[in-house]
């Protein structure tokens, strides 16, 4: 009996300890490949890198089209995707009452999540750019990274709506105001923090995906800065993997490579860590 | 006693209709402001029904510029053909290898991502501190949000010399680098999801396995993990489904060649980064560009399954109450 206990105990040991070195491994893995981007990238990174044009064929230079490009598709994604992924969300929340359409809707919802990215590139592409003759443009990238991140806004809006303690609509209600008051004064700013989570999140996923822009938005190489929603754009992602994987400069430019994915990095990771302790802060407050 | 046995949804929608009808009663101006509430009610429910309209217009274009190549090739051809020459003169669109190549970077992804997912999972559930949960936790959720051509710019600069020096292979960029970078990017949504089911099984099981003079490990493995595993292989299946997915990662590090694999340690070309690689090139209504959104359909569908299986697991089996 003695043995066979002792041989449990032994095994336990060996699983446990297994489980925490392979838990160890995954993280290393992370801190290795942030680690060993921004080492190999530090140098490249200056005022000029961030602020100015690139030059002879990209080789030298910065990469502010890029940055800026980033910016307008981050900007024209959540003008599209927040309205409409907020009042989704109130919709399921606050008014549907069938519940097989909400079962429906929320149905759709995980599918449209699931869609792989570079699907909704080919989406992108055959409706708005060759359908209804945007080009490759501002316009036809931002809305399709808009639709891509309509479940992000949903589910964190609808998850921030729900924690809403329903005795604050039956306040409101009951000292008279109208159901739209309601949500606008009352349950929207007291799940604010939850709807910015998602807000946050949505941004970083428009900066870092490069595969939906890769047909609707993305150019190569822009000479001049985008004058108009129609213009093409350089944008981060694409820029890494445009510089990492074609033309004649490919070992030259490779710092030039590093110092742009610590910026996306650096973007992404801010956009998230925002959204994780507006998350983290909203979760608490509640509880307590 | 009868507003005990209805739930809270039901109460309020009574006191909202209570609220409304006084009012009604009250004054016109009031009736006005009901029927602003009406016509915004039906405004929400338009907005909240666009999430439908829009897979069902992904649907529409797909299959609209996908299915005309099935009329130049035929389905068997397509999907069973193994070479792909989408540009020659004589051009061939068998798209086997590509499925071969999503599959082999699939289950091999897999087969790495699975158990270190598991391994984390129960790490956080079962045996981390709660100081220490505070920082991992966290940290996984980082590993979600690095973009993913950042972890196929590693995979290039640094994991495909390595591999290439290390096992004294052609290329660096291949079916096995692609591999582990996929498997990387699906432990945080294997894990998380892993997680909360292993969580969500109920203290009193456990209780009575340590009752019995089971150790922890003993409980962990005979009654948590397999009362959690249909939550467990929700994870599994929607971590699965983004691997096949990822386009950025086997674009990057796969090596592309639209061959059979052999040995993984060949380079291929997944349905992904085939779309990827070669969009730019189709001329817009050709045959070649018919044949991409094919293959996006086939994607599509795939996706759609695995996330219909996910949603039926998770619903279908969850701990009721506490």
């Keep these: 009996m003695l043995s066979r206990h002792a041989r449990s105990e032994a095994i336990e040991k060996i699983m446990f300890s297994l489980i925490r070195v392979m838990s160890y491994v995954v993280l290393g893995a992370l801190v290795f490949i942030v680690g060993f981007i921004i080492m190999k990238g530090y140098s490249a990174i200056s005022w000029e890198f961030i602020s100015e044009m690139p030059m002879n064929e990209m080789t030298r230079g910065g990469i502010l089209p ?75 990238g931002s809305l399709t990274l808009g639709v891509l991140n309509l479940p992000v806004i949903i589910r964190a809006t609808e998850e921030a709506l729900m924690t809403v303690p329903m005795t604050y609509r039956e306040a409101s209600l009951s000292l008279g105001a109208t159901r739209l008051q309601t949500i606008f004064r009352i349950v929207l700013p007291s799940a604010l923090p939850g709807i910015l989570t998602g807000v946050m999140l949505s941004l970083g996923r428009a900066a870092g995906e490069t595969a939906p822009i890769m047909f609707t938005a993305a150019s190569y190489y822009a000479p001049d800065l985008p004058d108009s929603l129609f213009s093409e754009v350089m944008a981060l992602p694409y820029h890494i993997y445009v510089m990492a994987t074609a033309g004649t400069h490919i070992q030259e430019t490779r710092h030039l490579q590093y110092g742009t994915a610590i910026i996306l990095i650096l973007l992404v990771l801010m956009l998230n860590s925002i959204g994780l302790v507006l998350r983290y802060r909203f979760r608490k407050r509640l509880k307590g | 006693m009868l507003y005990l046995l209805m739930d809270t949804g039901d109460i309020q929608h009574r006191i909202v209709e209570t609220a409304m009808a006084e009012k009604t009663k009250r004054n016109t ?63 061939r669109f068998g798209i086997l290898p590509l499925i071969a190549a999503s599959v082999a970077v699939t289950l091999l992804a897999s087969f790495f991502a699975v158990p270190l997912s598991l391994a984390i999972a129960v790490y956080l559930a079962e045996l981390a501190s709660p100081r220490v949960r505070e920082i991992v936790k966290p940290a996984i959720e980082v590993i979600a949000s690095i973009p993913s051509v950042i972890i196929g710019f590693f995979g290039m600069v640094v994991v495909a010399p390595f591999l290439q020096r290390y096992f004294n292979i052609d290329t660096g960029l291949n079916l096995f680098n692609a591999a582990l970078m996929l498997a990387f990017m699906a432990i945080p949504t294997i894990a ?109 569908i795939i996706t759609f399954f695995f996330n219909l299986i996910a949603d039926y697991l998770s619903s279908k089996y969850k701990f009721k109450g506490n």
């Excluded at chain 2, 274009?61 to 099935?70: A, D, N, Q, W």
């Excluded at chain 2, 456990?206 to 009752?211: L, M, Q, V």
């Excluded at chain 2, 983004?242 to 796969?254: D, F, K, N, Q, S």
């Design chain 1, 66 to 140: 890029a940055i800026l490009g980033t910016f307008y598709l981050m900007i024209g994604s959540a003008l599209v995707s927040i309205p409409i992924g907020i009042i989704t969300a109130i919709y399921l929340t606050e008014y549907a009452k069938r519940p097989a359409l909400v079962k429906v809707i929320r149905l759709g919802v995980s599918n449209l999540a699931g869609v792989p990215s570079v699907v909704f590139g080919l989406f992108g592409l055959a409706l708005f750019v060759v359908f209804l003759d945007f080009g490759t443009s501002i316009i036809a």
């Design chain 2, 29 to 91: 101006s009031i009736g006005m402001s009901l029927i602003a509430e009406k016509i915004f009610e039906k405004f929400f429910m338009i907005i909240g029904l666009s999430c439908l309209f829009i897979l069902m217009l992904i649907m529409v274009f797909l299959f609209s510029e996908g299915l005309p190549i099935l009329k130049d090739v035929g389905i068997n051809d397509f999907l069973f053909g193994t070479q792909w020459y989408p540009t020659s003169v004589n051009p």
């Design chain 2, 192 to 300: 998380s999801i892993s997680e909360d089911a292993i969580s969500s099984v109920p203290m009193s099981l456990k209780e009575a396995s340590y009752a019995l003079g089971a150790n922890r490990w003993e409980t962990i493995f005979h009654i948590t993990i397999p009362a959690a595993l249909s939550g467990i292989w929700t994870a599994i299946i929607l971590g699965i489904s983004r691997v096949i997915g990822e386009t950025m990662v086997v674009l990057m590090v796969a090596g592309g060649a639209a061959v059979m694999p052999g040995s993984i340690f060949d380079p291929v070309r997944p349905l992904t980064s085939n779309i990827a690689a070669e969009m730019a090139e189709a001329p817009v209504g050709g045959s070649h560009y018919h044949a991409l959104f094919a293959i996006g359909i086939i994607l599509f």
